[in-house]
């Protein structure tokens, strides 16, 4: 079964039937400003793409990492990954039992992306969710696998680099898999990314491209292992997974050190704007608490409000502006908006609270 994400802006706009072109879009955490394209020669949109080695030491280097595969985003990661997790555990013996029988076991957050669960449990294994705090390491069984979203979307919650390098070495003595997913780490400061701890350990980290640079229609992600997990990921995968303009592209962005400290000061800003408009407009009678990042902020709603998640959504959605109603229907995010869109979305703030 398909799951609901932001981006669909086109099936909102017929829902309500309002021109999609008419929208104010916030429904994604994806940096309302992109980096700007540079000229792409036409033997790139020509020729097969090939694995680009300048791309491959620019990544390494932004993510300060030793090993990493080039993929068209995180979504064909997670969908392989209960697969080939499986196959590491077949090739292994711990105290003389069979692998499988405790490997199917896998604990992750309650509140986050959600494709991560869904293709554990397509893969039958049993789902353990947490909330604000880690599961204890003494109830983590052996074998099994830890999925941690860093900064967590929505609700923006971030584990410390110390306590992720804890967990990353008790889920090593216990041979089972840590998986971090830090789409969203571009905006928080580098030295919470664990990408320079994995090389010797049974870690995957994800990385997205298109969050932080703007660009998330070209398609394109890393995943941050040891060598051993690039080349299963990369022999699985096969040829091809990322076009040629998608790595010129992002070859161009990671290195250009002087747009990302720009990037992140003019998102700091807008953060900071979207948030005071928020607690203007809708103040503590409505709204218990503001979360996220410089990317989006997700709101929690007072249970005595007479206005809730689903009611300011229906407000907004009828004054053609889109932002993402989390899966329990108990929270609002909004993506980051320009200083044009914060204008706009002022205006309709002022006519729909």
């Not at 791309?55 to 390494?60: E, R, V």
């Not at 294994?125 to 947490?130: D, I, P, Q």
Request: hydrophobic residues 40%; charged residues 15%; negative net charge.
């Amino acid at each position: 079964m398909a799951l609901t994400h932001g981006g669909q802006l086109q099936q909102v706009a017929n829902q309500y039937q309002i021109p999609a072109e008419q929208w104010l879009d916030l429904s994604t955490g994806i940096a309302p400003i992109s980096y700007p394209i540079p000229n792409i020669p036409l033997n790139i949109w020509q020729d097969l793409p090939q694995q680009n080695n300048d791309l491959l030491t620019a990544a390494k280097h932004y993510y300060q990492c030793e090993h990493l595969t080039v993929t068209n985003g995180s979504q064909a990661i997670i969908k392989a990954l209960p697969e080939l997790w499986q196959n590491k555990l077949n090739t292994l013996t711990l105290d003389n039992k069979d692998p499988a029988d405790c490997a199917h076991h896998v604990y992750l957050p309650q509140y986050g992306y959600k494709e991560h669960a869904q293709a554990w449990r397509n893969a039958g294994y049993s789902l353990h969710f947490y909330l604000d705090e880690l599961p204890a390491i003494d109830e983590i069984q052996a074998n099994s696998v830890l999925v941690i979203i860093n900064p967590n979307n929505p609700t923006g919650l971030l584990f410390t680099n110390e306590t992720l390098l804890t967990y990353q070495k008790a889920m090593d003595e216990l041979n089972g898999l840590l998986v971090v997913d830090e789409a969203f780490m571009d905006v928080i400061p580098s030295d919470q990314s664990i990408c320079s701890q994995v090389a010797n350990c049974n870690t995957l980290v994800f990385r997205s491209f298109g969050k932080f640079f703007g660009l998330a229609g070209i398609r394109i992600g890393f995943l941050v292992a040891n060598q051993s997990w690039c080349e299963a990921f990369n022999e699985h995968l096969g040829p091809w997974q990322v076009n040629g303009p998608a790595q010129l592209i992002a070859l161009h962005a990671l290195r250009d050190n002087n747009w990302h400290l720009q990037q992140k000061h003019t998102l700091a800003e807008l953060r900071n704007e979207l948030e005071k408009l928020l607690w203007q407009y809708l103040g503590h009678n409505i709204i218990s608490d503001i979360k996220g990042t410089d990317l989006f902020l997700t709101l929690s709603f007072n249970e005595t409000s007479d206005l809730n998640a689903e009611d300011l959504y229906e407000r907004l959605c009828q004054q053609a502006v889109y932002v993402r109603l989390t899966d329990e229907k108990d929270r609002l995010r909004f993506g980051i908006p320009t200083q044009q869109q914060l204008i706009k979305l002022t205006k309709i703030f002022k006519l729909c609270i």
